[in-house]
């Protein structure tokens, strides 16, 4: 689909149906690597959005009371289709938004066991048996589905986005309405078609195409959406959530982040320096989990930066489909004008570039940054690049303090042999996620998924999403 002769015209999924947008526009999707044209893509108009949060309503009330077994087997089917399809996907992910081969079947098989965790929500929706005061009251609760979901999804991880939150919402009986990334539309749409396949009834899931700028808000200020997930920049995250409280949606938002890895001075390098690179670099660090923030203690900080270096210069640069290649295309223009200021400006104030600092293409080296202060962007912002700085700590406090000194709170990590240590900073650390000698880098389906501060509100997850996915009725009975 990547090759001139067969690029395609994406359509919208609506209520079952295949349609082109209202206004006959189309936008182009572009191959990261090389900026070539990688397919067309219906121009969702406000009345697109109009027309598929209407099928996600009415497709609500027949679909909330569909057994857990169908549910189930549809989802099920969902899985095993994919991994039919398995071929197509990877070359989706890696045409698309240019993921390397590697990161491409991690995402793949992650995204497995997400739909697959979502089949099993189905059977375990549960309320509960409540004691009452009023004699001869039976009282009880019991969890029901919202509605109509808006699933907005960004563009680094598209299918572990799209399997998780559409599969989870619709395991819980909502119907759903999704704005995929522009710069990622084809990996939703052929998600609709893996849905429509497994027998997933028509208007359950419905996907618009378009520029999230254009209609994004027509979907999360629409009366009839009941919730709201959102995957994205802290900036638009900001601007939704204040669309949300006007209107008393509720939402989870899962923004971005400045994600710290503190080493104290008792670990082996030589564990520790490939889970470093691989907190930063895999997929070029378009990743909101990345660790762009690394504090060394002073015994090993010099060996450290040496080390790191040199792994950093040895990363896969190569074929996007060489099980080597580590470092991705940016995506966009607008992002790589991003990446290259946080570079130049922390070389203008002072910086020392230890690794890296210039592009092959599309593609920026792997790059390390010391001598990083307080007034340089790359410092506090979020860089969205294969880019780290390092910064050197003479105790674990300072550590666990300079970590803390963020407005984020997504993922963090500490290596240390020392438990205490290890415990307390997991913790006292600002944020959603801590890994205690593993990277900033993981996830999984059943976990609860998420941020602090202007790393978002709410978790994702199995559990997380059973809680904010359905609503908790109480009734009772007077016998
Ligand atoms: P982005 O914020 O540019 O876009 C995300 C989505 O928002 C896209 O689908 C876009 O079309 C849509 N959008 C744009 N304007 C909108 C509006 N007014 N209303 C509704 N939707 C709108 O983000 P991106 O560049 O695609 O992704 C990168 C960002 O996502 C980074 O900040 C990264 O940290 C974050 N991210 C967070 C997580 C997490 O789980 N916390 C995971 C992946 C990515």
């Not at 890696?94 to 993921?99: F, Q, V």
């Not at 920049?233 to 989870?252: D, F, M, R, V, Y």
């Not at 899962?254 to 691989?278: Q, Y």
């Amino acid at each position: 689909m990547n090759k001139a002769t067969d690029i395609k015209t994406l359509r919208h999924f609506i209520a079952g149906d295949w349609a082109d947008a209202e206004s006959g526009a189309t936008f182009d999707v572009l191959n990261p690597l090389d900026d070539s044209l990688y397919c067309h893509a219906a121009r969702g108009t406000g009345g697109d959005m109009q027309k598929a949060v209407g099928a996600a309503k009415a497709a609500f009330a027949p679909y909330r009371n569909t057994l857990p077994k169908d549910r189930e087997l549809w989802l099920l089917r969902v899985a095993e289709i994919m991994e039919a399809r398995k071929g197509q996907l990877l070359d989706c992910l890696i045409d698309e938004i240019g993921s390397p081969f590697q990161k491409a079947m991690f995402e793949f098989e992650k995204s497995l066991t997400m739909v697959r965790a979502a089949a099993g929500m189905c059977r375990n929706v549960r309320g509960e048996t409540i004691p009452s005061d009023a004699p001869g009251k039976f009282s009880m609760s019991v969890r029901e589905p919202l509605g109509v979901v808006a699933v907005i999804t960004p563009f680094n991880v598209p299918l572990i986005k799209t399997s998780r939150l559409v599969c989870n919402a619709l395991a819980l009986g909502n119907t759903v309405v999704h704005l995929p990334s522009e710069m990622a539309p084809h990996l939703s749409v052929l998600f609709a078609e893996i849905v429509a396949e497994a027998g997933v009834p028509a208007g359950v899931y419905n996907v618009v195409t378009g520029l999230g700028a254009e209609i994004g808000d027509d979907l999360t200020s629409h009366k009839d959406v009941d919730f709201v997930t959102f995957t994205g920049s802290s900036l638009i995250g900001q601007h939704i959530s204040e669309i949300c409280a006007k209107n008393k949606t509720p939402s989870t938002l899962e923004l971005g982040g400045k994600s710290p890895t503190v080493i104290l001075a008792d670990v082996d390098l030589d564990e520790v320096m490939p889970l470093a690179a691989r907190s930063i670099f895999m997929f070029g660090g378009q990743a909101c989990i990345g660790s762009s923030r690394f504090y060394v203690e002073r015994p090993l900080y010099d060996d450290f930066v040496k080390r790191f270096s040199m792994v950093a210069g040895k990363v896969g640069m190569g074929d996007l489909r060489d099980p080597n290649t580590v470092i991705a295309p940016i995506i966009s223009e607008r992002q790589r004008a991003r990446v290259r200021n946080h570079i130049a400006d922390a070389v203008a104030k002072g910086a020392t570039v230890a690794a890296g600092g210039e592009w092959e293409g599309n593609r920026c080296q792997p790059t390390l940054l010391t001598d990083v202060s307080d007034d340089m962007t790359v410092c506090r912002s979020e860089t969205f690049g294969p880019v780290s700085s390092i910064y050197p700590i003479d105790s674990y406090e300072e550590g666990l303090a300079k970590a803390n000194d963020t407005d984020f709170g997504l993922s963090s990590a500490i290596f240390t042999k020392d438990i205490d240590k290890a415990f307390h900073f997991a913790r006292n650390i600002g944020a959603g996620m801590c890994h205690i000698n593993g990277p900033t880098i993981h996830d999984e389906a059943h976990v609860p998924f998420g941020g602090n501060g202007e790393s978002g509100v709410g978790r994702e997850g199995t559990d997380a999403d059973m809680e904010a996915m359905t609503e908790l009725k109480w009734i009772t009975v007077q016998l």
